[in-house]
């Protein structure tokens, strides 16, 4: 299913309000100790036409098993801020429950600790699947398992499912000629990290990967970038969003038509297929 921007099939609502939990959040040492209650409410993105038509529990999720799910999770560790337990609870939805798109957590501390006459501290914490597109490359040591690694690295915290992945690809560098081939690849996955912690996190599979970025465009035992996160356009100092080289790039457009060939450009408003036959062409070996 297509998610966020791209989506295609406009999602249903399902809503659990108010459920009761006393847990032991709390900057407090008391609020440790003692606990308190909290209240939590969800609103989740989902289709529920197919269980409508179907009439089957599967095709849908069982409300009280979630509830039941969301209470244990909400008690496993014990935290300072509310705004912690909150976003764990959206993060562990999305991990645990797939036909849940996208999800609002609201959390309501009754008793916080002030000095003042209120009904409630409310927050809310919003996550959902976005469709992010990742170039990788590679051109030291043993190029085809720094790939894999990259790929088991990038899935192992459950933040992000690669749903589909390019060959591997053999190409010329690009920018800087004095160095080996590159073993390139592209590929799709979903992810809940925003853009900029997406960013954060394959500079982090980089690093530990060994690479050093010493020559602009040289040699490099891991390259990964963000090509197209679902159509968002962005030009943030982090990460600029679509990928501003990619459609100069055949060692990125091959890979990506392989798996998205009518993916379009959020910019240029053309498909993978038609930047692919605007660039020069060059020698590619499928290795795969």
Sequence with gaps: ??????????????????????ANHGVMPEEKRLGQLFVLSMELD??????????????????GELCEAVSREFVRETYDLIETAALNIAEFILREYPLIRGVKVFLQKP????????????????????????????NMGDKEENLKHAMRRLEEKGHTKILKCSSFMETEPWGY???????????????FLEPEE?????????????????????????DLDVLLYDD???????????????????????????????LIHPVLHKSITVLLENIPVSTYNDIS
């Design 111 to 138: 008793w916080a600790p002030v000095k003042m006459q209120l009904d409630t501290i409310e927050i809310m914490v919003e996550r959902r699947w976005h469709r992010a597109y990742i170039g990788l490359g590679s």
């Design 232 to 262: 968002l356009i962005s030009n943030e100092e982090k990460i600029i969003l679509p990928h501003p080289l990619m459609q100069d790039r055949e060692f990125v457009l091959k890979p990506l038509k392989e798996i998205a060939p009518y």
């Design 1 to 22: 299913m297509p998610s966020s921007a791209a989506e295609v099939i406009k999602l249903d609502k399902m809503y659990i309000r108010n459920l009761k939990i006393f």
């Design 177 to 191: 000629a004095d160095q080996d081939k590159f073993l390139n690849a592209v590929i799709e996955a979903d992810t």
């Design 198 to 222: 997406l960013m954060d996190m394959l500079m982090a599979i980089e690093t530990k990967l060994g690479r050093k970025r010493e020559i602009k465009w040289g040699p490099r035992t891991m």
């Design 46 to 63: 989902l289709d529920l036409k197919k269980a409508g038509r179907s009439r089957e529990i599967s095709d849908t999720v069982h409300y």
